[in-house]
């Protein structure tokens, strides 16, 4: 049965690691300081950079977060603490719905309802675009994690004589705040990884978005554009930014798992 | 009853969860300053009693709760009163020891306090000692304080629920089984506790360890299926109860 | 459904009606020992010595249940009631033999005037019904019985006193006879007190109360 199980865990890994040393090997060649810090080039012309991508995805996923982390979060409550309410019961039913809708959908959405009136891609559509993708899965699991919280704390609280949203925010956030964080977490880095929305909104660009308001340029676009060229100097590069997004990504995870962990030995809720 | 005066009593006190009629018009005086055991088989409504008595019955959703409790001469229930204001003069210690897991127990003894906005640093300290004194958790714990209040066994961590509840200094205390969940020699040390309480609170335990409400009670009721069968006080309902259903129950004959 | 209590009270309760009935035996010996005139004292002497044994075992019991079943309300009067009834029988025991003993030793009847000994065989015989009774009254836990015979215990106490004063006025000579006689009767005016006793702790386990009918 061990051994069985053994199996499993080495199957279900390989295609990681496959991946990670292919994208390693391949991107490695393309990194270097000039590479984060110059802005793109024309193909077999050296000294490109990806800077404008890499402060574009930061921007959309910054305007995303600032969106989606207030109202998921709000949304997680209430589908938690007010649990038994119809409302609650159908509204996280469409959130739920929500988590699995195709992301090309979403960015359609925001094209007719934001970039077709201003008749402007811009950063900030893209961010709400991202926002769209990432409310419904902070939403869910800022839910089901408070959900965890046991009743007899909430009780314990209240009886206390601490009002209810005290009791909320201190006692029930403060004991679930671990998986708020992994919720968003896990939230921004499937933003991060978004083409499809962010192509219909923010489109893309050469050169650094001036204001938030102008189309920008994403690595995640730049990686398709990049790759599907006829140009090998841009396919490594295409590659180099897939790394570059991978290494972002097991950087959030890390800082993630880095702070639960301080906050389980030091089990403290600052009163 | 003996001469102390009445703290808290009941005037048919009824109480619904969904459509099970829980409470059946409850009424009853609670002396101040004694211990007064509630007990009766499983289902009896001697838990959503007490619940009510401090108002936690109705955060269960689809409660209801008619008639009125009456703490110093005014009914709790009354649209002016603020209930969260109550509970902090009707204090509540749940079966299961519940001590917040993200605090240490320093700050679990304090949690009320801290939450209610008390922030100086003196006082939270003296009743910080005070109460856990009083809960006979402050030899074990006072050089411990800031370890996170789980590391405790499990009668520590009842006791330290129990100083929690005492640190803001209510006037009433409610325990539902307390010690059900915890082991002979913990729950000794809670009886001792309990004990001493009365001299300062008044004290309403639920219980179903009929020698425990004998060895610490003053006064005993008896409840059944959602009626007070009989009240009185301890060392008469046991010698010769005035219901033969109590009878029964206190002898094992059923329940 | 059967208690475990239940098999131990039962066993105490069946102990206890056994040392009524050598209780009764050994007063009915000691009686018609003395009516007879004849010399009952050995047979006496363990049946005594017999209920004193039993009273052992009764307080033994009856702890042992204590302290295992922590038994309240009617379950406790009970055991409580049997502790102090074992006792009362252990009395009865231990005045039949003193009146063998002294019936043995002292009496003479041909001193004795008649109405003395008809006096003491009256007295006998009523203190003899009221023993049944009271161990009745046990077994049927039936408090009524016990009103009644408040009466007969007054009565007894009368006959008593009644004794020791015509004694006074009327015996001619102290003899053996009127010494022994006078002994004989104190010991059946206490055996009346215990069997009052007993009652009383009937009507306690059966109402709670604590009575006092003597």
């Known amino acids: ?271 | 009853m003996d001469s102390s005066a009445v703290k808290l009593e009941t005037k048919d006190l009824k109480a619904t969860y969904g459509k099970v009629q829980a409470l059946k018009g409850i009424t009853m005086k609670f002396p101040e300053n004694r211990v007064t055991a509630i007990m009766g088989p499983s289902g009896c409504g001697k838990s959503t009693l007490i619940r009510c008595l401090n108002r936690i019955h109705e955060l269960t959703p689809r409660t209801k709760v008619e008639g009125e409790v009456i703490l110093d001469g005014v009914n709790i229930y009354s649209p002016k009163v603020d209930p969260v204001a109550i509970r902090r003069r009707i204090g509540m210690v749940f079966q299961k020891p519940n001590p917040f897991p993200t605090m240490t127990i320093y700050d679990n003894a304090v949690a009320g306090l801290k939450l209610n906005g008390l922030r100086n640093k003196t006082k939270l300290d003296a009743l910080a000692e005070k109460s856990l004194r009083m809960a006979f958790l402050w030899d074990e714990v006072k050089d411990i304080l800031s370890k996170p209040g789980t590391d405790l066994s499990g009668g520590q961590q009842q006791r330290l629920c129990i100083a929690r509840a005492l640190a803001l200094e209510p006037e009433v205390i409610l325990m539902d089984e307390p010690c059900s969940a915890l082991d002979p020699i913990a729950t000794a040390k809670v009886e001792q506790s309990i004990v001493e309480l009365k001299k300062e609170f008044t004290v309403i335990i639920v219980t179903h360890n009929l020698q425990q409400a004998a060895r610490i009670s003053d006064y005993t009721a008896f409840m059944y299926l959602g009626k007070l069968v009989e009240f009185g006080e301890t060392a008469k309902v046991f010698e010769k109860p005035k219901s033969e259903l109590t009878e029964k129950y206190i002898t094992g004959k059923f329940g | 459904m059967q208690r475990l209590l239940d098999k131990g009270l039962e066993e105490l309760t069946a102990l206890i009606y056994k040392m009524g009935k050598v209780a009764e035996k050994a007063l009915a010996t000691s009686i018609y020992g003395y009516v007879e005139d004849k010399d009952t004292s050995k047979d006496t002497h363990e049946l005594s010595e017999s209920l004193i044994s039993m009273t052992g075992d009764v307080e033994e019991k009856a702890f042992n249940l204590i302290a295992k079943y922590q038994p309240v309300a009617s379950d406790l009067r009970i055991i409580n009631s049997y502790m102090q009834v074992a006792y009362d029988f252990q009395r009865f025991g231990r005045y039949s033999w003193d009146i063998s003993y002294i019936n043995t030793r002292f009496n003479q009847k041909k001193l004795c005037e008649k109405w003395v000994f008809d006096y003491v065989r009256k007295m006998a015989t009523k203190v003899l019904e009221m023993v049944a009774t009271s161990i009745n009254s046990l077994k049927s836990l039936d408090p009524e019985f016990v009103k009644k015979m408040s009466r007969t215990e007054q009565e007894i106490d009368q006959m008593y006193f009644g004794f020791l004063g015509r004694l006074v006025e009327e015996a001619r000579v102290t003899n053996e006879c009127t010494l022994s006689s006078v002994l004989v009767v104190r010991y059946l005016e206490r055996i009346a007190d215990h069997a009052t006793h007993i009652m009383e702790a009937v009507v306690y386990i059966v109402t709670g109360e604590k009575v006092t009918l003597r």
């Open chain 1, 1 to 271: 049965m061990t051994i069985l199980v053994i199996i499993a865990v080495i199957l279900a890994v390989i295609p990681l690691l496959l991946i990670l040393g292919d994208v390693f090997m391949r991107g490695a060649p393309a990194i270097s300081i000039g590479f984060l810090t110059h802005l793109q080039k024309p193909p077999n012309v050296s000294g490109g950079g990806i800077a404008n991508a890499i402060v574009g995805t930061f921007t959309m996923v910054g305007i995303a977060s600032l969106i989606s982390v207030p109202i998921g979060v709000a949304a997680g409550i209430f589908f938690s603490e007010w649990a038994t309410t119809k409302v609650s019961a159908i509204s996280s039913f469409m959130n739920d719905v929500l988590t699995g809708f195709p992301s090309i959908v979403l960015g359609l959405f925001v094209f007719v309802i934001i970039v077709y009136p201003t008749k402007q891609f811009s950063a900030f559509a893209g961010g709400v675009a991202l926002s769209f993708v990432m409310l419904p899965i902070i939403a869910r699991t800022t839910g089901e994690s408070l959900k965890l919280v046991p009743i007899t704390l909430r009780e314990a609280s209240m009886a206390l004589g601490i009002p209810r949203w005290k009791t909320i925010f201190r006692i029930v956030i403060g004991t679930g705040k671990n998986g708020l964080l992994t919720g968003i977490l896990l939230a921004v880095a499937r933003a991060t990884g978004e083409t499809a929305p962010i192509l219909l909104t923010a489109s893309t660009s050469i050169y650094f978005a001036k204001s938030i308001f102008q189309p920008t340029a994403s690595m995640t676009v730049l990686i398709y554009n990049y790759a599907t060229s006829p140009y090998s100097s841009w396919q490594t590069q295409a590659w180099g930014t897939a790394l570059v997004l991978i290494l972002i990504m097991l950087g959030l995870n890390l800082a993630v798992k880095l702070t639960i962990g301080r906050n389980l030995a030091g089990t403290r809720t600052e009163l």
